[in-house]
């Protein structure tokens, strides 16, 4: 499985992205897929994930009512809808799968063995 973020750029404080991360599997929506961010200097941190069907998802607590996750299975792709940006989301984007067929928490970086290239995202004051 191959993973490709794309959608990162330079936005001021208060803009909006959209990040996409598009897969190279034909069973798309039998994978869980999740967002993770890594700031310079800092650990990686989740951000937010939805399940294959969509029916669930879960996000950090930073970006709650800002961020919004969403699939399409049809084009193999989930999506980041970031609004209300502010500086300390600065950071590499990286998205992640892993084929799942029971639950478990969405934020475990550990349980993703996928994992995209990852997108920069700089918000500026």
């Known amino acids: 499985v191959q993973l490709q973020a794309s959608g990162g750029g330079l936005v001021q404080a208060g803009g909006s992205l959209r990040l996409s991360c598009a897969a190279s599997v034909r069973t798309f929506s039998t994978y869980v897929v999740g967002w993770f961010r890594q700031a310079p200097g800092k650990e990686r941190e989740f951000v937010a994930a939805i399940t294959g069907s969509g029916d669930r998802t879960d996000y950090a607590d930073s970006v709650k009512g800002r961020f919004t996750v969403s699939r399409d299975n049809a084009k193999s792709t989930v999506y980041l809808q970031m609004n209300s940006l502010k500086p300390e989301d600065t950071a590499v984007y990286h998205c992640?799968?892993?084929?799942?067929?029971?639950?478990?928490?969405?934020?475990?970086?550990?349980?993703?063995?996928?994992w995209g290239q990852g997108t920069l995202v700089t918000v500026s004051s």
């Open positions: 992640a799968a892993v084929r799942a067929f029971v639950d478990f928490p969405l934020s475990l970086a550990a349980r993703y063995n996928y």
